[in-house]
C-alpha cells in the first residue's frame, strides 16, 4: 500500500524517531479517515502523512510527528481527545487537543473568524511552540495542493499565507518553510510574475553557478592557506525574494544584484571573524552592507556575518558567513532550539529566546476588534530590525522605523507616558526622529504628561500601540461617561426629577449592567439612549404598547412623527427636508402658507431667517415605535472593501443601511448613505463608527435642498 510505503520511507530517512509510536499512529489515523478524500481525490491519510514527513524533515520529534499524523482525527471524525488520551498518552492528546481548538470557535464573519484563529494559535504558542509548527506542516502541504481549490478560496488562503504564517515563520527563524510559504503563494496569486522569475532563474543558473566558482576557488585556497575548514556554496534564491525586490526597487530582473550569493560554513565563531577579514582582503566590501548578526543576533535567533563585496569584474556578491550550529538554526529555527532544550525547559526557553512572541501574547490578551488585530499582528510579523542602546548599554531591540517614543515604551510603560523628549547620541531629537543601529538613546520624561493622540500616527511597535490605544479608549470612556451622566440629568431635570446616585445603581441593575459607569459610558456613546434609562425608572413615562397606525399621524391628535407643536391641533406637521430633524434634535416649527407646521432643527440656516411670529415651540413625543430615514453625505478615499466594511459597520450596531449612492471620481468615493435611526444618539453612534473606518474622510448628515432630498418617516409596526 502507498501510504504504508511512505511511512516506512518517513522512518528510513529519519531513524531516530520511535518507529513503533509513528507506525501506530499512522494506523490510527488511517482507520479514523477511511472513505475520506481530499478534493484533490487522494485519501485524506495522504495529507496527514506529508504533515509528518514536514515535521520530520524539520527534526522534530516522535511525540510531535505522531501528533501530525493524527492532528485531522477529533476536528474530521468522531474521535474524541480521550480516546486519543486512551491510545497514545497525555502528551499527544494535549497537543492534537490545542491543534483542533485553534480552529474549533465559529465566529459571525470572516475577518473575526481569522483574528479569533491566530489569536488562539499565538496563545497556544506560548503553552508549547509545537502546536505551531504542526500548524505550518499543516498550512504547507496545503498550499502544495492549492490548485484543486475553487479559485476564490485559494486567493483566500493564499493571501493569509502571505500575510502571517510566511511572516511568523521567519520571526521564528525557520526560513526552509517561510521560502517555500512564499513561493507557493506568488504561484497563486500572481502565477505569470511566478513563472516569469522562475523561467529566468533557470535560464540564468549557468552564469550563476559560473561565476559564483570564480569567486569561490579564490576564497576556498585563501582559507585552506589559513588552516581553516570550510563548506563554500551558492546560495539559492528563491523566486518570491527576487520578485519582491525587483518590485520595491523598480528594477527589470536583470538589475537585482545579490543573485550573486555565497554562503560560507565554518567550525567556530574564531573561524567566522577571520574568514570575513580574507574576504576583505581579497575584495573591496561595500561599507555600508556589513551586518554582525553574531554580536547582536536577530529576534529570530539568526546569527551570521554578512557582507557584500565587488568580487571579479566588478559585480557585488552577497557573501554570509555562519557556523553548522548557525546554518541549522536558520533552516530549520525554532524547530531547532526545541530539540536541544530540556524537556522542562522548553516552554521558558522560547519565551526567553523569542521576547517578541511575550510581547505580542501580552497584547492579544486585550480586547480589539479584527481589523485593528491584524494591524497589530503585522506590525509584529513584519518587520526588520535596528539595535539601540540605553544610557546604560542595555540592547533594545526595535522594527525598522521605530521611533524614541517606541523606545520608551520598549524600555517601560511609565516611561512611554512620560516622554516629554529624547536625546539620541547626546542630541536633542523630535519624538517623530527615525532611530538607527547602534543609536545611543535617553528619554526625558516629566510626571503628570499626557500623550498625545498624534503618537498613533508616528509609533511602530505593537506595544507602544496597544498601550497608547487602550489609554485612549480608558479616557474615551471616561468621556462618555461624564457626557452620559449631564444627558441624563438634562433630561430628568426637563421633566421635573433630580436624578440621584441610587436612581443611577438601580438602572444599571435592572438593565443588566456590572457598574454604574458602564451604564453612563453607553447612554454617552448612544448605545443607550436616556429616554431607555429614565422609563426603566419611572421618570419618563413608558411607550404605550404597538398599535397599527393609519396615514401620517395618530388618530385625533395634531402629531407626526412623534412630535408635538404648542397650542396648535388639527394641522399637518412634517420635517423639514434641509436638516432632517430626528428625535433628541432641540426642534422648532414654522407655520407655512398652506402646508401646515414644517419642523426644524434649531440652529438650522434656513430656519435662522423665518420671521419670529410664525415660529412656535415644538417637542419630541417619546414613541419607540418610529424610524427616521436620514441622508448621510459621505467622501473616501477610494478603496477596495470600502463598501463592505461600511455596511458591516452600519448593520453590526442594529442601523438598518436602506440605501446608497456611491461614485468613484479621482481617486475619492462620493455620495450618500441612507439609515433608519430611533433618535440623535443611533445618529451620533452611527455617524462615530462610521467615520472611524479606515479612508473615511468626511461624514455629514445632509443639509439638503428642498425638492433634492427628503426626510421620511417609517413606523417600525406599520412595516411589518
Known amino acids: ?152 478560496r485559494a486567493v483566500e488562503v493564499a493571501t493569509e499565507t ?100 555565497i554562503r560560507v560554513i565554518v567550525e567556530t565563531i574564531r573561524d567566522c571573524y577571520h574568514t570575513l577579514g580574507i574576504v576583505h582582503s581579497l575584495w573591496l566590501p561595500v561599507p555600508e552592507r556589513i551586518k554582525d548578526y553574531i554580536a547582536t543576533p536577530k529576534s529570530n535567533m539568526y546569527q551570521a556575518l554578512h557582507t557584500t563585496v565587488a568580487g571579479p569584474g566588478g559585480r557585488l556578491v552577497e557573501i554570509q558567513i555562519r557556523t553548522k550550529a548557525m546554518q541549522e538554526r536558520a533552516d530549520v529555527g525554532i524547530a531547532a532550539h526545541w530539540q536541544y532544550k530540556e524537556p522542562g525547559r522548553r516552554r521558558e526557553g522560547v519565551l526567553e529566546q523569542f521576547a517578541w512572541l511575550k510581547g505580542t501574547i501580552d497584547w492579544l490578551q486585550d480586547q480589539i476588534d479584527s481589523r485593528e488585530f491584524m494591524e497589530m499582528l503585522k506590525i509584529d510579523l513584519f518587520r526588520d530590525e535596528v539595535f539601540c542602546f540605553t544610557p546604560k548599554g542595555d540592547l533594545k531591540r526595535l522594527p525598522l522605523g521605530a521611533t524614541p517614543i517606541d523606545f520608551a515604551f520598549a524600555v517601560h510603560t511609565d516611561v512611554g507616558f512620560g516622554c516629554i523628549g529624547a536625546k539620541v547620541n547626546g542630541k536633542m531629537m523630535p519624538l517623530s526622529a527615525e532611530l538607527k543601529s547602534g543609536d545611543t538613546v535617553e528619554i526625558i520624561t516629566a510626571p503628570a504628561v499626557r500623550a498625545s493622540r498624534d503618537w498613533l500616527g508616528i509609533v511602530r511597535t505593537s506595544k507602544a500601540r496597544s498601550k497608547l490605544r487602550a489609554h485612549f479608549r480608558e479616557l474615551e470612556a471616561e468621556e462618555h461617561s461624564r457626557r452620559g451622566r449631564a444627558l441624563l440629568e438634562e433630561e430628568a431635570e426637563r421633566l421635573g426629577h433630580r436624578l440621584q446616585m441610587k436612581d443611577l445603581r438601580q438602572a444599571a441593575a435592572e438593565l443588566e449592567y456590572a457598574a454604574v459607569d458602564q451604564l453612563l459610558a453607553d447612554v454617552g456613546s448612544g448605545v443607550l439612549s436616556p429616554g431607555r434609562v429614565l422609563r426603566q425608572l419611572g421618570v419618563m413615562p413608558r411607550a404605550p404598547e404597538p398599535r397599527l397606525l393609519i396615514g401620517d399621524h395618530l388618530p385625533g391628535e395634531a402629531a407626526v412623527a412623534g412630535v408635538k407643536v404648542d397650542g396648535i391641533s388639527g394641522v ?94 479621482g481617486g475619492l468615493v462620493r455620495g450618500s448613505l441612507q439609515v433608519e435611526v430611533r433618535d440623535r444618539w443611533q445618529l451620533e453612534r452611527t455617524l462615530s463608527n462610521i467615520g472611524s473606518i479606515e479612508g473615511v474622510i468626511r461624514l455629514d448628515r445632509r443639509r439638503g435642498e428642498a425638492g433634492r432630498t427628503e426626510q421620511r418617516v417609517k413606523r417600525k409596526d406599520a412595516a411589518n
Open 162 to 261: 502571505l500575510d502571517v504564517y510566511a511572516p511568523l515563520a521567519h520571526r521564528l527563524g525557520i526560513s526552509r518553510v517561510e521560502w517555500e510559504l512564499e513561493d507557493l503563494a506568488l504561484k497563486v496569486l500572481d502565477h505569470e510574475a511566478y513563472e516569469e522569475v522562475a523561467q529566468k532563474l533557470g535560464e540564468t543558473r549557468r552564469e550563476r553557478e559560473a561565476y559564483i566558482a570564480s569567486v569561490r576557488e579564490p576564497l576556498l585556497d585563501s582559507l585552506q592557506e589559513a588552516g581553516i575548514a570550510a563548506t563554500i556554496t551558492g546560495r539559492p534564491k528563491h523566486i518570491f525574494s527576487v520578485w519582491r525586490k525587483m518590485r520595491t526597487r523598480g528594477k527589470p530582473f536583470e538589475e537585482i544584484y545579490d543573485l550573486f550569493a
Open 572 to 665: 399637518v406637521i412634517h420635517l423639514a427636508r434641509c436638516c432632517q430633524p430626528v428625535p433628541g434634535d432641540d426642534i422648532i416649527g414654522y407655520i407655512t402658507r398652506g402646508r401646515g407646521i414644517s419642523v426644524h432643527r434649531r440652529g438650522c440656516p434656513r430656519s435662522k431667517n423665518l420671521p419670529d411670529r410664525r415660529v412656535v415651540r415644538a417637542a419630541w413625543e417619546g414613541d419607540e415605535r418610529l424610524r427616521f430615514l436620514v441622508l448621510l453625505e459621505l467622501v473616501a478615499t477610494d478603496r477596495a472593501n470600502l463598501l463592505a466594511e461600511v455596511s458591516k459597520v452600519v448593520t453590526e450596531q442594529g442601523t438598518p443601511l436602506r440605501g446608497i449612492d456611491l461614485r468613484s471620481e
Open 1 to 152: 500500500m502507498q501510504s504504508v510505503s511512505a511511512v516506512e520511507e518517513i522512518l528510513s530517512e529519519h531513524p531516530r524517531l520511535d518507529g513503533a509510536l509513528v507506525e501506530r499512529a499512522y494506523r490510527f489515523s488511517e482507520q479514523a479517515h477511511r472513505g475520506q478524500l481530499r478534493r484533490s481525490g487522494d485519501e485524506f491519510v495522504i495529507h496527514v502523512l506529508e504533515v509528518a514527513r514536514i515535521l520530520a524533515d524539520l527534526n522534530m520529534d516522535s511525540v510531535t510527528v505522531a501528533a501530525g499524523l493524527l492532528h485531522d482525527v477529533v476536528e474530521d471524525t468522531e474521535t474524541s481527545v480521550a480516546e486519543i488520551g486512551q491510545e497514545f498518552g497525555e502528551e499527544i492528546a494535549r497537543l492534537v487537543e490545542m491543534v483542533t481548538r485553534v480552529a474549533s470557535l465559529r465566529v459571525a464573519t470572516r475577518e473575526e473568524q481569522q483574528m479569533e484563529d491566530f489569536r488562539r494559535m499565538f496563545l497556544s504558542m506560548a503553552e508549547d511552540i509545537r502546536v505551531v509548527l504542526i500548524k505550518f506542516a499543516d498550512r504547507l502541504h496545503n498550499m502544495r495542493t492549492a490548485l484543486y481549490l475553487e479559485p476564490e
